[in-house]
């Protein structure tokens, strides 16, 4: 773990080209029991880097291969090239062109480049799944089906996540204030999303979704609906709101 922290350290800065100080790293719960990583962002306002991370499927495995050229890795076939462009000498286990680093001397003796690299090949395959709380994308997305009321509720919520866009953080939250109870929110965008079903297009209807959705705007709410005619539409929809979905893959 000591050194995947300073692989992915090191990445990260010469990907988004921070400064050292720019970026942190804390080991969780504490170093000598490393079981996860923090990254953030040192400066004070920062750059988003770390927002890209969460929101870009693909920047991780950018990051990921970077940190593999970093360790002396061919990123496509993991080659060991054994030493840094220029450098005289090979690489054995680390040194200052790639895990070695003056804030971390006290992690000298442990950081081994061979053994993270089977670590960042996967990395560098994969993609990012973000999820709007603790859990897991994949657990979330669980909660998300089961508090969904229809199958066409649950045909969207598959196309959101199976696209890599980010999910929801509710299903079926009441908004007292406007008396409405959205299919999903993404909260923090204060977007209003609903899967509209056939009912949908009777007059008396349409009328009601289109007083309600004046009155979430007035409430600061933005409601975006998904209708069922229109399914093949739904991703084209999606696109139009990169800062609520994200940019999918």
């Known amino acids: 773990m000591a050194s995947v ?133 994949g657990e979330h997305l669980q909660l998300l089906l089961n508090l969904s009321q229809s199958d066409l509720e649950r045909r969207w919520l598959r196309l959101v996540h199976d696209s890599n866009y980010r999910l929801p953080d509710s299903a079926q939250k009441l908004l007292p204030e406007i008396g409405t109870r959205p299919d999903f929110l993404y909260e923090e965008a204060r977007v209003a999303i609903y899967v509209d079903g056939p009912h949908h297009k009777y007059p008396e209807r349409s009328a009601r979704d289109r007083d309600l959705d004046n009155a979430l705007l007035l409430a600061g709410w933005t409601s975006v609906r998904f209708d069922q005619d229109d399914a093949d539409g739904w991703t084209e929809l999606i696109k139009r709101y990169p800062s609520t979905f994200g940019t999918g893959s």
């Open 5 to 137: 922290e300073a692989a992915l350290k090191h990445a990260v800065q010469a990907t988004y080209d921070l400064e050292d100080v720019e970026l942190a790293v804390a080991p969780l719960p504490d170093r000598s029991v490393r079981s996860s990583l923090l990254l953030y962002e040192a400066s004070e306002g920062g750059a988003g880097a770390l927002r890209h991370l969460a929101e870009d499927p693909s920047a991780l495995p950018r990051v990921a291969r970077q940190a593999l050229e970093i360790c002396h890795f061919d990123p496509d076939t993991g080659e060991d090239r054994r030493r840094a462009p220029g450098s005289l000498e090979d690489c054995e286990a680390a040194c200052y062109d790639c895990l070695m680093s003056y804030t971390n001397q006290m992690d000298h003796a442990t950081l081994d480049r061979m053994v993270v690299k089977d670590y960042l090949m996967a990395l560098a395959g994969g993609s990012v799944a973000a999820s709007p709380t603790q859990a897991s994308a």
